[in-house]
């Protein structure tokens, strides 16, 4: 049924496994759940087996890229005679996910361990944790996770008998959406303005401090250590679909869905099962009507799309979405999607870094004409308008940001553009609603 | 120096070579295409923000950003392809949803890239029907006025202040369309170097308040000059409205200002306008001075000068002309200068640039032709000498020692007060009236040109010398400044080999100067 119920039998918690378990939180819990075992292990490796392993497992990126993290470790060159960084970003800022701040509540030393892996196999001696504005319990127990690491000598300059130093530091975000994009997270973390930076350089080339750096999501450095532990072909083995996507993968569910929660499948998990299984259907009365499968920023499906999904990288990309961060967001039958495309834009026009021309204007346009429509007071010039603007915001600017604001805008019209006539041309959106048995 | 390697790409189909790590933007500069743009400038960082440079490269997956794309061997570069054209397009109808359009009570029309490139390329009408945002004007300091309603958020203000001028005093506010240029707590424009944020302005967001409503920029006449307020010689634009100076701005050279100027030269031009001239030649008469013609004029100056021991109070605003033509006339005798001083002002993100302690324009050409410089001005003036007071406004000088002069000749623009028993007065152009050259502090001869009518009947300062030295026999028939320097360059060996031709309007250095670098770009990329 996926936390904060129990899990549900067809779940695979490996990373989720001590949700709930308070005692997993401190270091004592930790450890006599074979904590740090993998950590001790890294160490007797050479960093480049630690990456092979990884890239032999199949490993994608958790945060939304799906990027294989093995060949991104390999792009750390050993001695090129600056520090090396590992970032870890816990900005989870993107709408409907929630993934990460229920593994850094329930088990930060999973974090810890996760960063000093990945900050060892990469060559570096830094690892910063940059944890989003909101997140003040993730924080609070981040903090407390570090601290008592640090007082056991897991971490500092001789982390766990090694010679090895590793040094993880806990840094809050104020609170905006796009410091969870690489780049701005890197510039926020220096102390600048968040605002993305133009690639090239790339991180692996000069990121935080002008200095190789590796930025890795939460779900993605904590993945690393049952791998070490059991081995890649054990992780490769957890597969149901594309040989390409291996591993489980946390899902965040929330909206109209009788059992919203944080749920972990295999990937290739059929996605019908999922919502009507797992996830116990739509509420009483009600029917399914769209699902934003990975995030805010990833195209809308419809319930037909939705469906026939297979839940890895390549199967929502073949229904027309992405996996993005793994935040489903489920509407049913009773929401309007104007209204609900609307928020989404309204969202993206607040939190625009306000850099880019496009996007800077685009979002804030797209949100008055969403808006409008929204309040009955469209045209149907306004649908074009919107996909020229869309055009306008998508592919031509530093980050994605404007990208992400375009996306449900334009499958959202392209997928339920009677609703968008509808109000349109004066029949308000009435919905259905049965009687509460 | 390694040599540079060079890149061959095309460019609308021209053949472009340049050196490695050259962008596209500049690439095609050199093949004459300008590709539209707002938040580049070659003297600051790249920023990359406003999305208009946007070019189709052939084989790549995504329009590139011409200012911070590097060009690559073999590249087919399109600038008005209908892809690209159709993202400017959309650049500039976004940028103008917020944008009043007030041109016609803003300082900008007429010299605003939003304006140009709108008639150039942008659409004819909005499909904007909503509201747009609106903020209050807000007081910079210094000589600044930030419009934010007009502001198109291209942070070359921002990276000024913060890369150049190494004062951090501005930022990007807020996020979204809510954005706006903000100033730090307690700071304020007031870095001296500060008023360049308006030059940087592409549109008409941040105003100077000396030039605000003062004039359309279509009446002005631009004449290339130089800066006559201190020893740097910054490279200037005179830009004048009926006759009368109303704006400095900085005119690009790689080896003086680069692209600036201080606030201090900027704002002090109106002393160029002054009312209180001489402006007829004048002879005494008895007790009191009285206008004559100008050949009066010279030939009572020649007699006056004929077989006497000369010496010559010079300014050092006078050009080097003006200061050669001046020496011929010392007929044994001697010439000297003084220079009003001031706080040294450096810009720090370019090298070997500043407001200069020396605050004048001359002061190397008039010690490189001998004139000395001394504070106590009349010192070397013997007793019955003739005194030849040339621009020099004689203020603070005791009437006592300039009555040690046999006789006072004087070459100005104004009437200095010590000097009114003066026997001759030949009335000459101010600076921004002739034309000539200056040398600047690191020996660098550049040529400023004439930007206003001289008042009355006054003439140039080399035409009247030039006559002067014929009325008293000497060589000179000179039609043009252009031989006045041909003769300096042929006698003085510091200015051997130049000539206004070879010098232009960049100048050249002295044959005895140090050598001067271009001066480097703002590091790539220094955010």
């Known amino acids: ?437 | 120096m390694a040599e540079t390697k060079m890149i061959n790409l095309t460019i609308e189909g021209r053949a472009v070579s340049v050196p490695d790590g050259t962008t596209i933007l500049e690439a095609a500069k050199t093949a004459g295409i300008l590709i539209p743009h707002y938040c580049y400038h070659p003297g600051l960082p790249i920023a990359g923000v406003c999305r208009m440079c946007l070019v189709e490269v052939e084989k790549a997956p995504k329009l590139a950003p011409s200012c911070a794309t590097t060009v690559a061997e073999g590249q087919v570069v399109h600038v008005h392809s209908e892809k690209s054209l159709d993202a400017r397009k959309g650049v500039l109808e976004m940028l103008l949803i917020n944008h009043p359009l007030d041109c016609p009570i803003c300082d900008q029309s007429g010299e605003c890239e939003l304006q140009d490139y709108t008639y150039q390329e942008g659409r004819e009408d909005s499909r904007y029907r909503e509201p747009k945002r609106f903020n209050p004007a807000e007081d910079f300091g210094g000589d600044v006025i930030y419009v934010p309603n007009r502001c198109i958020l291209c942070t070359r203000c921002v990276r000024f202040m913060d890369d150049v001028a190494h004062d951090p005093a501005l930022s990007v506010a807020e996020r979204g369309d809510r954005a706006l240029i903000g100033k730090f707590e307690g700071k304020d424009l007031t870095h001296p170097w500060a008023a360049n944020v308006v030059d940087l302005c592409p549109v008409g967001a941040l105003l100077s308040k000396d030039f605000l409503n003062k004039a359309r920029a279509w009446e002005l006449d631009r004449t290339a000059s130089i800066c006559p307020n201190c020893t740097q010689g910054c490279n200037v634009m005179m830009e004048t409205r009926e006759n009368q100076l109303v704006r400095m701005r900085p005119r690009q050279n790689e080896y003086v200002n680069a692209f600036f100027m201080c606030d201090w030269g900027r704002l002090n031009y109106r002393w160029m306008n002054e009312k209180n001239r001489a402006e007829q030649p004048m002879i005494r008469r008895g007790n009191a001075l009285a206008a004559t013609t100008w050949e009066a004029a010279i030939a009572a100056a020649s007699r006056a000068l004929k077989g006497k021991k000369v010496f010559v109070a010079a300014s050092p605003m006078l050009s080097n002309e003006a200061l050669y033509l001046l020496t011929q006339l010392m007929q044994g005798g001697s010439g000297a200068f003084r220079v009003t001083e001031g706080p040294e002002a450096p810009l720090p993100g370019v090298e070997d640039l500043a407001l200069r302690r020396e605050r004048a324009a001359n002061v190397n050409g008039a010690e490189a032709l001998g004139f000395k410089k001394t504070t106590d001005l009349l010192a070397g003036l013997s007793q019955g000498d003739v005194l030849i007071v040339a621009g020099e406004d004689l203020a603070g000088i005791d009437a006592a020692a300039v009555a040690r002069a046999g006789e006072v000749i004087v070459i100005s623009s104004v009437l200095p007060e010590a000097a009114n028993n003066a026997s001759v007065v030949l009335p000459i152009a101010n600076f921004s009236e002739e034309e000539g050259t200056v040398t600047n502090l690191r020996g660098r001869v550049q040529r400023f040109t004439q930007a206003r009518q001289a008042p009355g009947e006054t003439r140039p300062s080399w035409l009247v010398l030039g006559d002067l030295l014929g009325a008293m026999g000497k060589q000179s028939n000179f039609f043009l400044p252009s031989e006045v320097f041909a003769q300096l360059a042929s006698s003085n060996s510091a200015f051997a080999g130049l000539s206004y031709d070879t010098i232009g309007f960049k100048g050249l250095p002295l044959a005895n100067a140090p050598a001067s670098r271009p001066k480097a770009p703002v590091a790539v990329g220094a955010a």
């Open chain 1, 1 to 437: 049924m996926g936390y904060p119920n129990h899990p549900h039998q067809r779940e695979t918690p490996v990373l989720s496994k001590y949700f709930g378990d308070a005692e997993a939180r401190t270091l004592d819990g930790w450890k006599k759940r074979g904590g740090y075992k993998a950590l001790e292990k890294a160490l007797g490796m050479s960093p480049a087996d630690i990456v092979n392993v990884v890239k032999e497992s199949g490993l994608r990126g958790r945060g939304g890229a799906g990027f294989p993290t093995g060949m991104k470790w390999s792009f750390m060159k050993p001695g090129d005679g600056k520090p090396h960084y590992l970032c870890c970003n816990a900005d989870e800022s993107e709408p409907g996910t929630f993934k990460d701040r229920e593994l850094m509540r329930w088990t930060p030393h999973a974090l810890v361990e996760g960063c000093a892996i990945g900050a060892y196999a990469i060559g570096a001696e830094t690892a910063y944790v940059y944890i989003r504005g909101e997140f003040t319990e993730p924080l609070y127990w981040m903090e407390q996770a570090v601290k008592e690491a640090y007082a056991a000598g897991i971490l500092g300059k001789n982390a766990m008998g090694s010679g090895k130093r590793i040094d993880v530091h806990v840094h809050k975000g104020a609170g905006a959406y796009i410091c969870g994009e690489e780049t701005a997270l890197m510039n926020s973390l220096e102390g600048r303005r968040g605002n993305p930076r133009i690639k090239p350089p790339f991180p692996a080339v000069s990121g935080v401090f002008g200095s190789p750096t590796t930025i890795n999501n939460v779900e993605t450095l904590i993945a690393a250590a049952p791998i070490l532990m059991n081995g890649a072909d054990w992780y490769k083995k957890m597969c149901l679909s594309n040989p390409k996507s291996t591993g489980t993968k946390l899902f965040s569910v929330c909206g109209n869905v009788q059992r919203p929660g944080t749920y972990e499948v295999v990937l290739g998990f059929p996605f019908k099962e999922f919502l009507y299984d797992l996830c116990g259907g739509p509420n009483h009365g009600r029917k399914f009507k769209a699902v934003i499968p990975g995030g805010a920023s990833v195209p809308i499906q419809t319930m037909e799309e939705a469906e026939a999904t297979l839940m890895d990288y390549e199967g929502f990309v073949a229904q027309g979405s992405m996996l993005g961060s793994g935040g489903v967001i489920v509407i049913d039958d009773a929401q309007s999607m104007v209204s609900v495309i609307a928020r989404i834009a309204r969202f993206f026009a607040h939190e625009s870094c306000a850099q880019c021309t496009q996007c800077r204007e685009g979002t804030a346009w797209t949100t008055k004409i969403m808006e409008r429509i929204r309040d009955g007071q469209g045209t149907m010039e306004d649908m074009d308008t919107l996909l020229d603007i869309a055009d306008q915001m998508t592919g031509k600017t530093i980050c994605v940001l404007s990208d992400s604001c375009a996306v449900p805008v334009v499958s959202g019209i392209k997928k339920f553009r009677g609703e968008f006539e509808a109000l349109i041309q004066g029949r308000r959106f009435h919905p259905v609603i049965a009687a509460v048995a």
